[in-house]
């Protein structure tokens, strides 16, 4: 009789590619990683407390939804500091390259919690919610894929166009639907969507470009670890500004429960039945 397999002896550590093992024990690209993971546990912890006295429905919802925002964010950082979530990929006419693929699952999970939340202060329709969120997720998954795709130069900057295609419906919804949707709430509530949308466009904004200079794209600061770090310090700190800033921003307004976006002064659009 065959010899039964030994389950325990099959579980091995997880082996890293040797690039990337020292890409990750570089200093400066440790930094971008593991400072995040810190200031994302502090956010949770400081989030939590600001929504301690939260009773209304409506405002307990978009605290969670915001509060998702860091969670999300801590899991896939530590994803990428233990390099659960770091490949190699060959770049055609480049080579080998080391990719920090995990930050497109950061992306995926945590922006349509951005955009869900926004909505929701805007008083969006339930189609317009789905849209854009619907929009973002192909446009983080299209990223990815043009970070991985390896056959030919030319189809990462195809992935790259098709990601900002659906980057641009999103921003159509931030910019011009949403301005409309959130006309006529209170004026705090305006003020505030207004300054969140300008911050969120704007550091939205800043992705694609530090993708399209970075090591993934033009490679303007070379392909070595060092240019690995500063594209992973430009993201890490795009990321402070459109996630805890942006969070703290809108947690700040929303912990005195503010009649605007309470449940009884719910918009319309959001739950009429037209939108199921």
């Not at 919690?113 to 929701?120: M, P, S």
């Not at 505030?192 to 970075?214: N, S």
């Amino acid at each position: 009789m065959a010899p039964m397999p030994n389950p325990v002896a099959a579980l091995q550590p997880m082996q890293l590619d040797p690039a990337v093992e020292e890409a990750l024990a570089d200093p400066l690209l440790s930094a971008s990683l593991w400072g995040m993971i810190a200031l994302m546990g502090l956010a949770i912890l400081l989030f939590v407390y600001m929504g301690r006295n939260v009773t209304d429905d409506r405002v307990k919802l978009m605290f969670a939804a915001t509060i998702g925002i860091p969670a999300v964010s801590i899991a896939s950082y530590l994803g990428l500091a233990s390099g659960l979530t770091v490949g190699i990929v060959d770049i055609p006419g480049r080579g080998e390259s080391v990719t920090l693929w995990g930050r497109y699952l950061t992306w995926t999970f945590s922006t349509p919690l951005i955009l869900f939340a926004l909505g929701l202060l805007a008083g969006t329709s339930r189609a317009k919610l789905f849209t854009v969120v619907l929009f973002d997720m192909a446009m983080c998954v299209t990223g990815l894929a043009a970070a991985l795709t390896t056959q030919a130069l030319w189809l990462r900057w195809a992935w790259f166009a098709l990601s900002s295609a659906f980057f641009a419906v999103v921003l159509y919804i931030i910019l011009v639907e949403w301005p409309r949707d959130v006309a006529d709430r209170d004026p705090d509530v305006r003020e505030l969507f207004d300054r969140l949308k300008v911050l969120t466009v704007v550091l939205w904004v800043g992705y694609p470009v530090i993708w399209a200079a970075g090591t993934e794209g033009l490679a303007l600061l070379g392909t070595g670890t060092t240019a690995l770090a500063l594209t992973s310090w430009g993201y890490s700190l795009l990321d402070v500004g459109a996630k805890f800033v942006f969070a703290f921003l809108l947690l700040r307004f929303l912990a005195d429960e503010p009649a605007g976006v309470t449940e009884s002064a719910q918009v319309e659009p959001f739950v009429t039945p037209g939108d199921d």
